[in-house]
Antibody, heavy 118, light 110 residues
Framework: QVQLQESGPGLVTPSQTLSLTCTVS??????????WSWIRQHPGRGLDWIGY???????YYNPSLKSRITISLETSKNQFSLRVSSVTAADTAVYFC??????????WGQGALVTVSS | QSALTQPPSASGSPGQSVTISCTGT?????????VSWYQQHLGKAPKLMIY???KRPSGVPDRFSGSKSGNTASLTVSGLQAEDEADYFC??????????FGGGTKLTVL
């Protein structure tokens, strides 16, 4: 059974960089077939897709966030990561990692709340 | 890129059927078969309920069904049960490696 788990700081200072890691178990992120993705959900609102990365290292980002986003693989640890630079209060959200296949989200992490505040 | 349009709320009594719509454009919902639906209970991770418009993953009750007409996809929940009360949202492929989400619908079982 494939499981995903987000980890990282729950509080980030404005203008700093938000960093989260997703640890995948039950599947190898190196094996292909899945796009490893990040999504976020602002309090009381719907979900926003941040972007994804393929096992080859090719990444695609939501155009509205592209200038501040980096998604990377750490294959030796079977993890992938998200970095969001120059954060503001508007980046406060629950961040989910997920596995995407055939343009559907098959697997989700439990979510990690990140608050941007001084 | 605007979010797919869903009604903010829907409701029904136990045993009834409820349909939730998801309206996009010919560039997303209307143009591809890759529409999926997710159930999210408060504070929990979303769960895939329907994929490729009308396919159910293993383990999802057949009370959940999906369809599409033109630029609008729909999720129908038949024989409503208390545990169906949750948020539901749709996702569509939008071409060029892009995905677009619906705004979400809160389903209340009266």
């Amino acid at each position: 059974q494939v499981q995903l788990q987000e980890s990282g700081p729950g509080l980030v200072t404005p203008s700093q960089t938000l960093s989260l890691t997703c640890t995948v178990s039950g599947a190898s992120i190196n094996s292909g077939g899945y796009y490893w993705s990040w999504i976020r959900q602002h309090p009381g609102r719907g979900l926003d897709w941040i972007g994804y990365i393929y096992y080859s290292g090719s990444a695609y980002y939501n155009p509205s966030l592209k200038s501040r986003i980096t998604i990377s693989l750490e294959t030796s640890k079977n993890q992938f990561s998200l970095r969001v630079s120059s954060v503001t209060a508007a980046d406060t959200a629950v961040y989910f990692c997920a596995g995407v296949r055939n343009w559907r989200f098959d697997y989700w992490g439990q979510g990690a709340l990140v608050t941007v505040s001084s | 890129q605007s979010a797919l349009t869903q009604p903010p709320s829907a409701s029904g009594s136990p045993g009834q059927s409820v349909t939730i719509s998801c309206t996009g454009t010919s560039g997303d919902v209307g143009g591809y078969k890759y529409v999926s639906w997710y159930q999210q209970h408060l504070g929990k991770a979303p769960k895939l309920m329907i994929y490729e418009v009308n396919k159910r993953p293993s383990g999802v009750p057949d009370r959940f069904s999906g369809s599409k007409s033109g630029n609008t996809a729909s999720l129908t929940v038949s024989g409503l049960q208390a545990e169906d009360e949750a948020d539901y949202f749709c996702v569509s492929y939008a071409g060029i490696n892009d995905l677009i989400f619906g705004g979400g619908t809160k389903l209340t079982v009266l």
